[in-house]
Structures are given as C-alpha cells and as structure tokens.
C-alpha cells in the first residue's frame, strides 16, 4: 500500500529505495520515504511499465552517445544525435536522464596569454572589419595560439581555420612561440586547400607581425589581416575553437610528455573535432559534412 502518492511518484521512490538498499536497510528507507515495505515488495515483483522500459532504452543510448563524443556532449548536441538515430524525445525528458545518470557536458577554462605584440612591428590592414563570414571555402581564414599543459613543460598550438566551415584546415605543436610555430600551421593549410586569394586574420602578435610570416603569405598569394589590439571580439571565432581544444581535451587529461600531448591534439583534431563533433553555427552537423554538403548542393 502506497500511502499519500501516486502511482508514478511511488515508482520514484521504489528505484531510490532499490538503488540504496545495500546502504540503508529497505524498511528504515520505507518509514522515512513514507511508503510501506510490502508495497515495495510488490514493486520489485512487478514487470517494470513501458514508459520506465523505454528511459532505460533511452538512458543507455544516451550513455553511448555520450561516450562517442569523448564525454564532452550537452544536451543539444546529445539530442541531435538521440534523433538522427529514429527516436523521438523531448528536451526535458533527455534533461531528466541526463541528470539520472550523472552525464555532464565540458565546461572551459580560464586563459593563458600566449600573444606578444612587438613595439616595432608593422601590423597588416584589417580586412575582415568583424565581418567573419564566408560564402564558400577558403575564402576567409583565421589564425591564433593556445597552450598545453604538460608534466614536462609547455607545448603550444598554432592552428588555422576556415570561417566558412570553421574547420582547422592547418596546425602545428612546438615547444616553443618561435615565428616557425605559424608558419608551420599556415604551410599546412597551404598544402591541403591550395587556396587562391585567402585572407588569413590574426592578432598582432609578434609571430604573424614577422618579416618571415608576411614574406611567406606574399609567396602563397595569401592577404594577411590583423585585428586591433586588445580587442576580444577580432579573433572571437578562432579562439572559440581554442575554449573547445581545452575545454574538451586539455582540461580532462593530464600529459606526462610533450610527444603523448601532441599525439592527443592530433587524435582530437583529425579523428574527432573535423569529422565528427557537432557545430552549432553549421546547423548542428560536422564541418567535414557541412563541406561535403555544400559541394553537393
């Protein structure tokens, strides 16, 4: 007999009592919780209901989308994924489960100053004026730095993305901010898009301020652009991508070596964050995908 619930408010407290039992003794949980023992005895007897069979189905799918994404999903990308596999769920309920089963999306850190602005250094034009759009690919590239924290040091990355489809088109990993860590990154993406005019926008940090930077994109026929300085909304695009790297990598591993953080930065770039992870701006797709989409249309 359930005393002062109903039926659904009951089965609650039933899976908290089943869940607990081998802390609290079940009659002491039944007294507190205000259900009676044989009422819960009848409850574990009973064949659980439909609707409790399907958040079970629901919660396990869940658990393995969530896995897929390297622990790092919320609830948005988590229901993208819930619904491109046929099942029909609402926010909420996804919400509940998430909650249930103590799934958690990454959170980012705080930052670490990577750029350095040379006194002497002539800063390129800007030629992006905040307007980070593009109609096709490698028509607007942007460029910037962040850190990797390891037991024997600092390593750092360059990377450089495509606005248009906000894919890292090139990166590169050093020890070291030299103006070589830069250029490394832009050869990358030089190589792999061959572009024909690309604007390439950066800070003014001394790496991209460098004769041998602007010697090489005049090489390439790429058109250097540079934000203001102190201005957190110039580069906001390419250091949303930087919040991610951390937030979803950096933050959940700790590297012994600087060759074990390199090979994790790879892994997370090439075999996860191009391919696979879901991206608000690009309709919830991967960047790979929304390239190849657009190629098609």
Not at 39 to 57: F, L, N, T
Not at 178 to 206: E, F, N, W
Not at 276 to 286: E, K, P, Q, V
Request: charged fraction near 25%; glycine fraction near 6%; aromatic fraction near 10%.
């Amino acid at each position: 007999m359930v005393r002062s619930r109903d039926r659904f408010g009951a089965c609650k407290v039933f899976e908290f009592v089943r869940a607990h039992h081998a802390v609290w003794p079940v009659a002491t949980q039944c007294r507190v919780l205000d259900v009676s023992v044989s009422g819960y005895c009848a409850w574990i007897k009973r064949p659980s209901c439909e609707h409790m069979q399907a958040d079970v189905a629901l919660g396990d799918a869940l658990e393995v989308y969530f896995e897929r994404s390297r622990c790092t999903y919320g609830r948005p990308r988590l229901i993208d994924d819930v619904r491109d596999s046929g099942i029909r769920t609402s926010g909420k309920r996804l919400a509940r489960l998430m909650r249930e089963r103590h799934i958690h999306g990454a959170s980012r850190r705080k930052g670490f100053k990577t750029t350095v602005r040379s006194v002497d250094a002539r800063a390129a034009p800007d030629l992006v004026d905040r307007n980070f759009s593009a109609d096709a690919p490698d028509k607007l590239w942007v460029a910037d730095i962040t850190y990797v924290p390891t037991w024997s040091g600092f390593s750092f990355v360059a990377v450089v993305l495509d606005v248009f489809s906000r894919r890292v088109v090139g990166w590169a990993m050093a020890t070291h901010l030299r103006t070589s860590l830069v250029l490394d990154a832009l050869d990358m993406a030089i190589y792999q898009r061959k572009p024909k005019d690309v604007i390439h926008h950066s800070d003014q940090g001394c790496q991209y301020t460098s004769i041998a930077f602007g010697r090489r994109c005049q090489e390439a026929g790429v058109r250097p652009s540079m934000g203001s300085v102190g201005d957190c909304y110039d580069n906001a695009m390419c250091e949303s991508f930087n919040a991610i790297l951390e937030c979803e990598l950096l933050d959940r591993h700790r590297f012994k070596t600087q060759r074990k953080a390199a090979l994790a930065v790879f892994d997370f770039i090439e075999g996860w964050y191009n391919p696979h992870r879901r991206h608000t701006s690009i309709g919830n797709i991967s960047h790979v995908e929304y390239e190849r989409q657009s190629l098609a249309a």
